[in-house]
T-cell receptor, first 113, second 111 residues
Framework: NAGVTQTPKFRILKIGQSMTLQCTQDMNHNYMYWYRQDPGMGLKLIYYSVGAGITDKGEVPNGYNVSRSTTEDFPLRLELAAPSQTSVYFC????????????FGPGTRLTVT | QKEVEQNSGPLSVPEGAIASLNCTYSDRGSQSFFWYRQYSGKSPELIMFIYSNGDKEDGRFTAQLNKASQYVSLLIRDSQPSDSATYLCAVTGGGADGLTFGKGTHLIIQP
């Protein structure tokens, strides 16, 4: 199993541009999460999904959108990128719910200038 | 708002000594507690999890939970230079909510 994979690894965006961060897991996990981590800070939850077709907002959802059309994929969409969205983005999955270990992808480092 | 507090450090510990990392949380409904290790530029990896009051040991690591005091700790015995990393405390009430993370404690093991 590849686990949780994320693409791209790095990206530089100009203010106002849009992009999609890809996340795929091959462990057949129902629960998937998007977090962001700013320098020197812990991770903050952006969006999560409990299964295909079901998504919900986390602590910091503004400026982002998600979709979950399959169990495997959970892309994160940034519309109208802003400098405040400069961060490292981690996707995670877990087999049942957040009481269980979350498996993290390698992260996407995004810079908005 | 749920909060998890950690001393950001750096915490400097001699090689072979015991490293003690602490965490407090605000939500009394929290059910599950995790310690993740994060090397610079890498993703978090799970070290320990604990659900019940008391101690839980796994090799050189011991997690301690006191729900009455809303306090979680991680002890690392026989600290090694490879233990130098940022340690993130995370809590959850369970269900689909996701984890609430502290800012992390930067641990440095001095050879």
């Amino acid at each position: 199993n590849a686990g949780v994979t994320q693409t791209p690894k790095f990206r530089i965006l100009k203010i106002g541009q849009s992009m999609t961060l890809q996340c795929t897991q091959d462990m057949n996990h129902n629960y998937m999460y998007w977090y962001r981590q700013d320098p020197g800070m812990g991770l903050k939850l952006i969006y999560y999904s409990v299964g295909a077709g079901i998504t919900d907002k986390g602590e910091v959802p503004n400026g982002y959108n998600v979709s979950r059309s399959t169990t495997e994929d959970f892309p994160l969409r940034l519309e109208l990128a802003a400098p405040s969205q400069t961060s490292v983005y981690f996707c995670a999955s877990t087999p049942r719910d957040s009481s269980y270990e979350q498996y993290f992808g390698p992260g996407t480092r995004l810079t908005v200038t | 708002q749920k909060e998890v507090e950690q001393n950001s450090g750096p915490l400097s510990v001699p090689e072979g000594a015991i490293a003690s990392l602490n965490c407090t949380y605000s939500d009394r409904g929290s059910q599950s507690f995790f310690w993740y290790r994060q090397y610079s530029g890498k993703s978090p990896e799970l070290i320990m999890f604990i659900y019940s009051n008391g101690d839980k040991e796994d090799g050189r690591f011991t997690a301690q939970l006191n729900k009455a005091s809303q306090y979680v700790s991680l002890l690392i015995r026989d600290s090694q230079p490879s233990d130098s990393a940022t340690y993130l405390c995370a809590v959850t009430g369970g269900g689909a909510d996701g984890l609430t993370f502290g800012k992390g404690t930067h641990l440095i093991i001095q050879p």
